[in-house]
């Protein structure tokens, strides 16, 4: 479900939409719920009023972290859309994850979505990042899992230019090893 959607940050490049329908459907299917869809991009693409250069040619994605909600196994309604908040992942110190939130299965997203060619990285807070390293024993799918501030509410996916885009430049790729 698309969250916030007075926003009107729902647009996206076909390849991102492709990707979205691919993870609900991954998720619907391991019983985690419904994907929560935050901030894609703006109609025609360009900066927000609130930042989110990275979602100017819709190839970005938010998501939220809110996988164990029993809201989160029915249709929101439109009210709730608009007003529930992301759950943040972190514990109350803002000194490690809150292992009652972060839970093996959102690892186990995180793995699916670093694994899908299409993905260039995963932006997560730094927390999350050193959660799922130690819950992974250095798994080679955490190269693409990137830690970056402010991502405790949502992971941020960023997709390779599609082929063929005029004018899309993909970003290097992330250094060798684990990140």
Same mark, same amino acid.
């Given at each position: 479900?698309?969250?916030?959607?007075?926003?009107?940050? #729902?647009?996206? !490049? $076909?390849?991102?939409?492709?990707?979205?329908?691919?993870?609900?459907?991954?998720?619907?299917?391991?019983?985690?719920?419904?994907?929560?869809?935050?901030?894609?991009?703006?109609?025609?693409?360009?900066?927000?009023?609130?930042?989110?250069?990275?979602?100017?040619?819709?190839?970005?994605?938010?998501?939220?972290?809110?996988?164990?909600?029993?809201?989160?196994?029915?249709?929101?309604?439109? !009210?709730?859309?608009?007003?529930?908040?992301?759950?943040?992942?972190?514990?109350?110190?803002?000194?490690?994850?809150? $292992?009652?939130?972060?839970?093996?299965?959102?690892?186990?997203?995180?793995? #699916?979505?670093?694994?899908?060619?299409?993905?260039?990285?995963?932006?997560?807070?730094?927390?999350?990042?050193?959660?799922?390293?130690?819950?992974?024993? !250095?798994?080679?799918?955490?190269?693409?899992?990137?830690?970056?501030?402010?991502?405790? #509410?949502?992971?941020?996916?960023?997709?390779?230019? $599609?082929?063929?885009?005029?004018?899309?430049?993909? !970003?290097?790729?992330?250094?060798?090893?684990?990140?």
């Amino acid at each position: 479900q698309v969250m916030r959607k007075s926003r009107r940050r #729902y647009f996206a !490049q $076909p390849e991102m939409r492709r990707f979205i329908t691919k993870l609900a459907s991954e998720i619907r299917q391991h019983g985690f719920g419904t994907l929560l869809v935050g901030d894609l991009g703006l109609a025609r693409g360009g900066p927000t009023t609130t930042g989110h250069a990275s979602h100017q040619i819709g190839l970005d994605g938010d998501f939220w972290f809110w996988l164990d909600s029993p809201a989160n196994h029915r249709k929101l309604t439109e !009210q709730e859309v608009e007003e529930l908040s992301a759950i943040s992942m972190l514990d109350q110190d803002r000194q490690g994850v809150d $292992p009652k939130r972060f839970k093996a299965k959102h690892v186990s997203v995180l793995e #699916y979505v670093s694994k899908q060619p299409e993905v260039a990285r995963i932006f997560v807070n730094p927390l999350i990042k050193k959660a799922a390293c130690e819950a992974t024993d !250095q798994a080679a799918w955490l190269n693409k899992l990137r830690p970056w501030w402010g991502h405790h #509410y949502h992971f941020h996916v960023r997709l390779n230019c $599609p082929a063929g885009a005029r004018g899309c430049v993909d !970003q290097d790729p992330p250094p060798a090893g684990d990140g």
